[in-house]
């Protein structure tokens, strides 16, 4: 499936700010197999005075921009067009989760794709009894790990009620989980918490996702939404799968991929610094249109 993409991203100053460093992890991603990205700019307002494209360690890209006059706001916006392709599901290779650990350890790299480094605690996602415990409660006899990762993924859809007041970007994964409550992000980084519990390697991917209109009425431009969902790595012949726990749906075709990570602290979309005294505001909006091939 192809896409059109338009994201605005826009800051709103109460007082004007100085010296603004940012680094913006915005631009859909080139994945070969997966993802073709056929065209992608993104424009900035005020132009920045330093600007730097490069690759993170998890072969996301990244451009990093500075300012030094005063700002009293900033707009940033990326128009795309993407080809998404999810192959359909085949038969279940994943290992049993008894196996696991060892196919884990028979793994020599430690590049990007590696599972060692979605394991342990990363920044945002720490070790947690809760939520082990819960992911515990949904194992049964010869579950595969694919069938691990479904369970839990289908039990958060279940058991958790999204609610886009409930939460902040900064709100810590065990207190969204306690509340049962959250945004995609939330269901993100809980699931990965219940993963690694269970010593499933897991991750972040943050995309975006295009959302069909009830029937009967049109699609709404920039009504479409930046998402959040994860991957885990089922074993050495199965690989790296990816799941919406927000949706309860394995992610497809409609998931266009920006970045990966260990969690939302790799793949923020800005993060930065700036010299300020007064309130900002942000607003994005996002219009995903869907191509015929």
Known sequence: MKYDIALNVRYEYGRPVVGGRHVLCLAPADLPGQQRVIAVSLDIEPRPVERLRR????????????????????????????????APAGLDISAPLERLAAEIAAQRSLDALSPHHFTGPSARVK????????????????????????????????????????????TPPAEAFAARHGVCQDFTHIMIACLRGLGVPAGYVSGFLRTNPPAGEKRLEGADSMHAWVRAWCGADAGWIEFDPTNGIAAADDHIVIARGRDYSDVSPVKGVLRTAGSQKSKHTVDVKPLAD
């Open 127 to 170: 070790p947690d009894p809760a939520m082990t415990d819960y992911a515990q409660a949904l194992l049964a006899k010869d579950m595969s790990t694919f069938d691990i990762v479904r369970a839990v993924g289908l039990a958060l859809h279940r058991d958790m009620k999204f609610d886009a007041d409930a939460t902040t970007v900064d």
């Open 55 to 86: 690759t993170d360690f998890f072969g996301n890209i990244v451009e990093e921009v500075a300012f030094r006059g005063q700002l009293d706001e900033m707009e940033m916006r990326v128009r795309a067009r993407v080809e998404r392709r999810v």
